[in-house]
């Protein structure tokens, strides 16, 4: 009866037809089905672009209504529904559940595209993954993936790298805004990996842009010998004129916020504490004070 029921168009036969016929529950009458018997072939179908989307739907609608969590024997009932190995249906089922560009699904879609195929015709080949936008953005991740460079070997960073990447750190960095030392540091290290250097800078910068006391101290001596002059304090810091600068303006605060406080500043900070204004903006009032 199974292959009287055949549909050579579908290449499988019309299983709900010959339940009715038997007046059978579907799953009993594929339970029965002697393949060996039949001389209807079974198609394999190994690879994704291999499956229609009309078989693709079926497959899905199929095993969703009759199998919450198919086990190896009712794939195998699966494979007679759909007349395919049951080994292709569970894979092909698999990507029709968590959509992902395979390796001959991203081939076949390359030779479409170059065929001249719009995104839209190739897409009603594949519905699986539910929208356009979906499936466009799946392949150009696979493509990127697919067209990385393999991974470069790992460079020793030297202290004189290191000390590169200080000079940088102390010239570039801006607060929120690392493109252009990222840049820069590019064009000093052009052989290694954007990830390599953000890396090293990372490791890099919280142990440059910290300011200790002996830094503050230093940079006040040489004040008084040079004045303002930052090229040449930097210089004698082993930095650059812009961290000379830095450290003197810590130096600033923390100078004024030993100073001792004033009349008319703690009358502001009373003021301050009385009206509920927060610690940030007291001390912008009192202009002397850091908090």
Not at 64 to 91: K, P
Not at 101 to 129: C, H, M, S, V
Not at 244 to 269: M, Y
């Amino acid at each position: 009866m199974a292959d009287r029921a055949y549909d050579e168009q579908r290449g499988r036969c019309d299983w709900e037809s010959i339940a009715r016929d038997m007046d059978m529950p579907l799953i009993e009458c594929l339970r029965l089905f002697d393949a060996s018997l039949s001389t209807v072939p079974v198609r394999s179908l190994h690879n994704i672009t291999d499956w229609s989307a009309e078989d693709l739907s079926t497959l899905k609608s199929f095993v969703t209504e009759h199998f919450s969590a198919a086990t190896v024997n009712e794939w195998r009932l699966v494979g007679v529904y759909m007349n395919v190995e049951h080994n292709d249906c569970s894979m092909a089922y698999s990507i029709c559940t968590f959509p992902r560009i395979t390796p001959d699904l991203y081939k076949a879609i390359t030779q479409y595209r170059n065929d001249g195929l719009k995104w839209k015709d190739i897409f009603e080949k594949y519905p699986i993954f539910g929208t356009l936008k979906l499936f466009y953005n799946a392949y150009y991740r696979s493509k990127e993936s697919s067209g990385s460079k393999p991974k470069a070997p790992h460079i020793k960073w030297s202290d004189a790298d290191t000390c590169k990447i200080k000079e940088l750190i102390q010239m570039y960095h801006k607060p929120g805004n690392r493109r252009e030392l990222l840049i820069q540091a590019q064009k000093a290290f052009p052989n290694r990996s954007k990830g390599s250097i953000r890396g090293r800078i990372g490791q890099t910068k919280d142990k440059v842009m910290v300011i200790t006391n002996d830094d503050m101290d230093c940079v006040n001596k040489l004040v008084d010998v040079y004045g303002k002059d930052w090229e040449r304090i930097g210089h004698e810091i082993n930095g650059t004129a812009r961290r000379a600068q830095r450290i003197w303006s810590r130096h600033q605060e923390r100078q004024n916020a030993t100073l001792a406080w004033t009349d008319d500043e703690l009358d502001t900070l009373r003021k301050c504490i009385r009206d509920g204004v927060g610690m940030a903006e007291a001390s912008r009032l009192i202009g002397t004070k850091s908090w």
